[in-house]
């Protein structure tokens, strides 16, 4: 089993940058994959971008491409989201997610762990 715990939300003004945590723990492994997802008011979650523990390798939503990075530190299991240049359209609950295979992927039935999510909110 695998605990995953986000943390770095808040509330921030339009044009700020934020850098989100999840850290792990349990049964982790280097051959994780970890995602993180949002979930607007009124919208579906979606995905923001993920990387492979062991490679480093990433993937990140096409519309979110040059405004944010994910990173990994893999000696204290956890799982950084900067994100820069704000707008209101980014507020969301933010999710960790774990998957148990070393492949990124955008889907959100790929993963099998979840986090409880950190809210972001961006005022004008």
């Known amino acids: 089993q695998v605990q995953l715990v986000e943390s770095g939300g808040g509330l921030v003004q339009a044009g700020a940058s934020l850098r989100l945590s999840c850290a792990a723990s349990?049964?982790?492994?280097?051959?994780?994959?970890m995602g993180w997802f949002r979930q607007a008011p009124g919208k579906e979650r979606e995905f923001v971008a993920s990387?492979?523990?062991?490679?480093?390798?990433?993937l990140v939503a096409d519309s979110l491409k040059g405004r944010l990075t994910i990173s990994r530190d893999n000696a204290k299991n956890v799982v950084y989201l900067q994100m820069n240049t704000l707008t209101p359209e980014d507020t969301a609950v933010y999710y960790c997610?774990?998957?148990?295979?070393?492949?990124?992927?955008?889907?959100?039935?790929?993963?099998?762990?979840w986090g409880q999510g950190t809210q972001v909110t961006v005022s004008l």
């Open positions: 990387i492979s523990w062991s490679r480093g390798s990433t």
């Open positions: 349990g049964r982790t492994s280097r051959w994780y994959t």
């Open positions: 997610a774990g998957r148990s295979n070393s492949g990124n992927s955008p889907t959100e039935r790929d993963y099998d762990y």
